[in-house]
């Protein structure tokens, strides 16, 4: 059996790749991509931990069916703010500040 | 089953005939006055009532609790408080009646009435009082009523600008009265219902509060009075008051209002009996203000000013009577009510009359553009002529026994104290009075037609000329009455008390003196003189004014700019004076309070432009510090810092 430090240090480094995406990107698409990988790297834990029962297992589904509604609004933000400024550069979104 | 137990009624039915008038008034009979004048007539049914109980021995004071322990109200009812209620109920419903006619043609003729009703509810409760926060409640009730009524007209400026003036100077009054009540207050507040009068009357109570503070209550309770009574210097709103309408002049004048000041006085007098000093200043202001309103009176042309002046005058007769008062004690008060019921008679004829002159001339109230009206409106000007004698003292009318009273009363004051200056003042006032009262009536009613108006006067309708019959009547034949009315209204305080505080405030009575005969008919002579003069300069013609009557004429300008107390109060006092202290003020406002709250406002503005540069609304520098905040909870939970 697989110990289960290795699961926790994949979803880790998997977290982080996801993490370092969001800060550093400029790309909208991108930056939905780096949030999927973060939803994921969580998944890998719930299920890492159930190993008693089934209920970490039946989280990660929830979360998985969760993180696709939210990649479709997602996707569907991108793509009027598209439409609106001809871009999805995250920096030129900051109409709202003072 | 008494009339007296009933005798909150006198003024919770004005109050009642206010509401009605002022909802419903406009869509009953002849557009209102129905409501009001049942209401008062019921008011001086029960008064009446009232008074044949007084008359048989019974008094009351009842009272119910408020809303703090000790704060009542309440109403009491003894004879000098019935007399008052008669008066004011019974005068009122003759200007009232008179009003119907009247105010026939106004266009606010509800309003008018619910006002007016009012202000005789007002009054009502302000004799019907029986501790002084509650007569001080309805005395501000008159006060507003007199503005509304005052400025009723209040599309001439002139007449919102007289109301104004008469609430503004009589609340120089209200709020000295005020310090009175609170200044007594603290003295008498260990006691179970502090501000009732029944411990006004009591020597055990007035014993306990120090003599200084005796004198500054009865002082500030008479700087009620001046405010309220327009005695000098407070006297300058009441002839500005004849801009509102006629029958509001009468009410004042007569019923309610200014008689609220004598009242007052009468009412709290053991408190003045118990003070040192504080009669004499009430005696020499009251005989000063006599004289002075009388030789304003000379000069004026407005036939309402005259009267107004007259009202002024007569108001010092009674001051000075209750001042003189201090020589013989409990009386005082008896002879001091009789000028001022027997002066509501025929000061209220006057002005009624004044008003159906008015309204047969299509309002024009300049003396000189009258003259002749006697033959065109004949009632009125009898009924004047009654009033204008009364008011004169001439012998036998009312006005003669009241005022032949005081001045003799006056006469012992001096003989028994030295200070015969009260006595001289209302002396030389009893003969500009015959003067300047006969001088409007001869200007007024006989020789030629001066104006268009003054030929085509007509006489007034029946409603307003029955008022005027029954007023003259009472102005003549009232004087009938004094023997009786001195007994009955001067018991009302016990004279052992009033005997016991005279020690108090340091007065001593005297044995009536006999009075000199020549000083006996000398009231007599100075009316008959005075209306003789007035008959030699105005019927006769016998001597030219003209030449009198001139800008040029040091005395003729001062009279005719009234002692300059106008520009006083309103240049110097409240321009000047007040001017600067509101620059004072105004810098203040904008350069220190404004000051501290612009500055604060400045500094937030500061603070805020350097800490919203943290907003940059890029994405990536808000996750940033999530990611950081996270990470650093990590370690604080997991125990690493």
Redesign the interface.
């Known amino acids: 059996m697989i110990p289960l430090e290795w699961y926790l240090a994949l979803a880790a480094v998997l977290f982080s790749i996801g ?1 370092y995406g ?5 790309n909208g698409l991108k ?1 939905l991509m780096c949030l999927e990988i973060l939803l994921n790297a969580a998944n890998i834990n719930l299920v890492a931990f159930s190993r008693e029962n089934l209920m970490g297992q039946e989280f990660a589904l929830f979360s998985i069916a969760i993180a696709a509604c939210e990649v479709a609004v997602g996707l569907a933000l991108l793509i009027m703010l598209f439409r609106y400024m001809d871009t999805i550069d ?2 030129t ?6 | 089953m008494a009339w007296i137990d009933y005798a909150y009624w006198i003024a919770l039915l004005p109050l009642i005939g206010f509401v009605l008038e002022l909802f419903i008034g406009k869509y009953t009979y002849k557009r209102g006055g129905l409501f009001a004048n049942l209401a008062i007539l019921g008011s001086t049914i029960i008064a009446l009532g009232t008074l044949m109980d007084v008359l048989g021995g019974a008094r009351i004071d009842v009272s119910v609790p408020w809303f703090y322990d000790g704060i009542v109200v309440g109403y009491l009812i003894d004879p000098l408080a019935i007399v008052m209620l008669c008066m004011v109920s019974f005068v009122s419903l003759m200007i009232h009646l008179y009003a119907l006619g009247y105010m026939e043609e106004d266009p606010d003729k509800s309003l008018y009435f619910a006002e007016t009703s009012l202000f005789t509810c007002g009054m009502l409760g302000l004799v019907l009082s029986n501790n002084l926060l509650q007569l001080f409640i309805f005395w501000e009730l008159v006060g507003l009523c007199s503005y509304l009524l005052i400025g009723f007209w209040w599309y001439k400026p002139e007449a919102a600008a007289a109301g104004k003036k008469a609430f503004l100077t009589t609340r120089v009054g209200d709020v000295l009265f005020l310090a009175g009540i609170i200044l007594l207050y603290f003295n008498v507040s260990h006691l179970p219902e502090p501000l009732s009068f029944r411990y006004i009357f009591s020597f055990e109570v007035l014993e306990t509060i120090p003599p200084a503070h005796l004198t500054a209550i009865a002082l500030l309770f008479l700087g009620g009075a001046v405010g309220k009574s327009s005695q000098f210097p407070l006297h300058v709103w009441i002839p500005d008051a004849m801009e509102g309408p006629t029958t509001v002049s009468a009410l004042i004048h007569a019923a309610t209002m200014v008689t609220a000041g004598i009242y007052l006085v009468a009412r709290t007098y053991p408190i003045f009996m118990a003070s040192p000093n504080a009669l004499v200043v009430v005696a020499v202001l009251g005989g000063f203000t006599a004289l002075f309103a009388a030789t304003l009176g000379l000069v004026v042309n407005d036939i309402k000013r005259v009267l107004a002046y007259s009202t002024i005058s007569q108001l010092g007769y009674m001051l000075c009577m209750l001042g003189v008062g201090s020589i013989i004690g409990a009386f005082a008060v008896g002879y001091s009510l009789f000028h001022l019921i027997s002066h509501a008679f025929f000061k209220a004829l006057l002005f009624l009359c004044a008003g159906a002159v008015l309204h047969g001339l299509a309002n024009a109230r300049d003396l000189r553009e009258m003259g002749g009206l006697l033959k065109k409106m004949p009632v009125t000007g009898i009924a004047m002529l009654i009033g204008a004698l009364s008011l004169s003292g001439f012998p036998l009318t009312a006005g003669f026994f009241s005022k032949d009273r005081i001045i003799e009363t006056a006469y012992e004051y001096g003989a028994a104290t030295g200070n015969f200056l009260p006595w001289i003042f209302i002396l030389v006032a009893a003969l500009l009075t015959a003067i300047y009262t006969f001088r409007l009536w001869f200007m007024a009613f006989t020789g030629e037609p001066r104006s268009y108006l003054a030929e085509h006067a007509h006489e007034a309708s029946k409603i307003m000329t029955t008022p005027l019959i029954v007023l003259a009547t009472f102005a003549l034949f009232f004087g009938l009455a004094q023997s009786r009315f001195y007994e009955f209204v001067g018991a009302n305080f016990d004279s052992h008390l009033i005997e016991e505080l005279a020690h108090l405030g340091g007065y001593h009575f005297h044995e009536a003196h006999a009075v000199p005969f020549i000083v006996m008919i000398l009231p007599a002579i100075c009316a008959i003189g005075g209306i003789g003069i007035a008959y030699g300069i105005w019927y006769n013609s016998r001597v030219d004014l003209s030449k009198y009557i001139s800008k040029d004429n040091p005395i003729y300008k001062v009279l005719w700019n009234k002692y300059y107390l106008d520009y006083i109060f309103k240049d110097l006092i409240a321009e000047r004076l007040f001017g600067f202290v509101a620059l004072l003020a105004e810098a203040f406002d904008k350069y220190i309070i404004d000051g501290v709250v612009n500055a604060i406002s400045w500094i937030v503005i500061k603070i805020g432009s350097v800490l ?1 540069k943290v ?6 520098t808000y ?2 510090a999530v ?1 950081i905040g996270v990470v650093l909870l990590i370690m604080l939970i997991g125990g690493v810092l």
């Not at chain 1, 979104?93 to 003072?98: G, P, S, V």
């Not at chain 2, 907003?615 to 990536?620: D, P, S």
């Open positions: 993490a969001i800060l550093v990107e400029r930056v995250l920096e979104f900051n109409i709202l500040r003072w | 919203r907003q940059t609304g890029v994405v990536e996750a940033t990611v």
